[in-house]
């Protein structure tokens, strides 16, 4: 059984810093893309960060590119998102994603490119 939990959500005021983390179980993330998406109040839900399985190339939505940084520690199966500079605009529930290599050669930053989710952490940017 798949399963994603993610944490390290919180209150932070404008300009600072936040570590989000994924950890999975009944995966290996060798042979999965994970990805974390964002969703705001009265938005849909968006792609924000994805890492592919197997060569760990990384991709970005502009509004946080230089800002995010996604990584993933395939001995403890944990994903992370380092979020720095962060903005008001950038608060949202925080959901981390995973799908089998086999369906894509890479990761996406669709949503609906996904299989399994999990239970999403709020960030807040408030002075």
């Known amino acids: 059984q798949v399963r994603l939990v993610e944490s390290g959500g919180g209150l932070v005021q404008p300009g600072g810093s936040l570590r989000l983390s994924c950890v999975s179980s009944?995966?290996?993330?060798?042979?999965?893309?994970m990805g974390w998406f964002r969703q705001a109040p009265g938005k849909d839900r968006e792609g924000v960060s994805c890492?592919?399985?197997?060569?760990?190339?990384?991709y970005y939505t502009p509004s946080v590119k230089g800002r995010y940084t996604i990584s993933s520690d395939n001995a403890t199966n944990t994903v992370y998102l380092v979020m720095n500079t962060l903005k008001p605009e950038d608060t949202a529930v925080y959901y981390c994603?995973?799908?089998?290599?086999?369906?894509?050669?890479?990761?996406?930053?669709?949503?609906?490119?996904?299989?399994?989710w999990g239970q999403g952490t709020q960030v807040t940017v408030s002075p």
């Open positions: 890492i592919s399985g197997g060569d760990a190339s990384s």
């Open positions: 009944g995966i290996s993330l060798e042979s999965y893309h």
């Open positions: 994603a995973a799908v089998h290599v086999w369906d894509q050669s890479n990761c996406k930053l669709s949503q609906y490119r996904y299989d399994y």
